[in-house]
């Protein structure tokens, strides 16, 4: 692997990380945005810090994770690979996530609360599953 392509695959390894970290974070200040009252200072708090990490931190960080993948499959010539096939519907599914997430963040912002602090913990793990799977896929390459 020529130096320029280790450059691109340590981009896309840190974008991975910083756009997991808004993942993970950002459902758990919903599972305490949940329990606040409408209108609170801690809930117009929590309406910031959830927007500022979604806008400047997770949403650019996917898109740079998206387009370093997708820059290191075409220069490798992985797209035939199953292992790649397996590890992209895991991507779909973890851009599935973000999508849900930040249509949560628009719900608080506008004071619409139709979830539980239950439910956020529950899809707080969604992307822990996904994360895993798509680790394990892009390491072992298993087929």
Do not use: C
């Not at 970290?21 to 809930?43: E, F, I, K, N, Q």
């Not at 849900?100 to 602090?117: G, I, K, Q, Y």
């Amino acid at each position: 692997m020529t130096s320029g392509l280790l450059w691109l695959k340590a981009l896309h390894i840190v974008a991975f990380a910083a756009w997991m970290a808004g993942m993970w974070y950002l459902p758990r200040l919903m599972v305490y945005h949940a329990d606040t009252s409408t209108g609170s200072p801690v809930s117009e708090t929590f309406k910031v810090m959830e927007r500022r990490l979604l806008k400047a931190i997770t949403t650019p960080a996917m898109l740079v994770t998206v387009a370093a993948g997708a820059w290191l499959a075409t220069a490798q010539a992985q797209w035939r690979d199953g292992w790649l096939h397996a590890k992209l519907a895991l991507v779909l599914a973890m851009l599935a996530t973000h999508g849900l997430l930040a249509r949560h963040v628009r719900e608080f912002a506008a004071d619409r609360r139709d979830r539980s602090a239950r439910y956020f913990r529950i899809l707080n793990e969604v992307p822990t599953v996904l994360f895993i799977g798509i680790v394990v896929l892009a390491v072992l390459k298993p087929f």
